[in-house]
């Protein structure tokens, strides 16, 4: 996780995101997701949207997309970026799964805020992008908890789980999709599934 507080542009796979302050700027955890979700189709809920990043590669693969965050900012930011690369998108503003109370999908995504806290995320909006709890676990295991109402028979959730974190068990059956090694974390790209 890196953390910026500038506007930019970036392009890749034709998709041209351009970030605002208090938003959390694509990094090397957007980037493996993005590029490693495996091609599933048809519903998707995204929680945690940020900038879009991940929800408008989802939608340009032809899926039917629902993008979810806390931060106003973040809604902004992904509306905004859906409509730069007119790819239409569900934006909305909502805590987790307050948004989509009795609907379910087929596929569950989020990058999320997985670090214990720290002194350097002075931001308000930027710590609530990374920091997950006490451990850095407690926002993963809360989604988890809460994603099986949400989720249709067989669905999946891939998540972004960091060296970083604390290890945790869990009840659903998880395997690891891809790897990525720094020199600071391994990060990997995690399917949970029943
Ligand atoms: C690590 S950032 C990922 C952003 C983007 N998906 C990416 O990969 O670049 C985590 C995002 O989760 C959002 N978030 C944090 N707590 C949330 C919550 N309770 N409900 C919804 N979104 C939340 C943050 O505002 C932030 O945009």
């Not at 997309?65 to 905004?80: G, H, L, M, R």
């Not at 007119?86 to 307050?98: K, M, R």
């Not at 669905?155 to 790897?179: A, C, H, P």
Request: proline letters at 5%; one cysteine or more.
């Amino acid at each position: 996780m890196r953390l910026y507080n500038l506007s930019f542009e970036i392009i890749v796979d034709k998709i041209q995101i351009t970030n605002f302050d208090g938003v959390y700027e694509p990094a090397e955890d957007s980037w493996l997701m993005a590029k490693h979700l495996p091609d599933f189709q048809g519903s998707v809920l995204e929680i945690g949207s940020g900038s879009g990043i991940i929800s408008l590669h989802l939608a340009q693969r032809g899926n039917l997309v629902t993008a979810v965050d806390i931060n106003p900012k973040a809604v902004e930011a992904t509306k905004f970026n859906s409509k730069e690369n007119d790819l239409e998108i569900e934006v909305l503003e909502a805590d987790l799964f307050s948004s989509v109370k009795n609907r379910k999908f087929a596929t569950i995504v989020c990058n999320p805020p997985y670090l214990p806290p720290a002194d350097e995320y002075d931001d308000p909006e930027l710590s609530l992008a990374v920091e997950g709890g006490p451990t850095g676990t407690e926002f993963t295991l809360k989604l988890l908890k809460e994603a099986n109402d949400y989720l249709e028979d067989n669905g999946s959730i891939y998540m972004i789980l960091s060296s970083r974190m604390k290890e945790f068990e869990t009840d659903w059956n998880k395997e690891i999709v891809k790897q990525e090694k720094y020199f600071f974390e391994r990060l990997n790209l995690v399917r949970f599934s029943r």
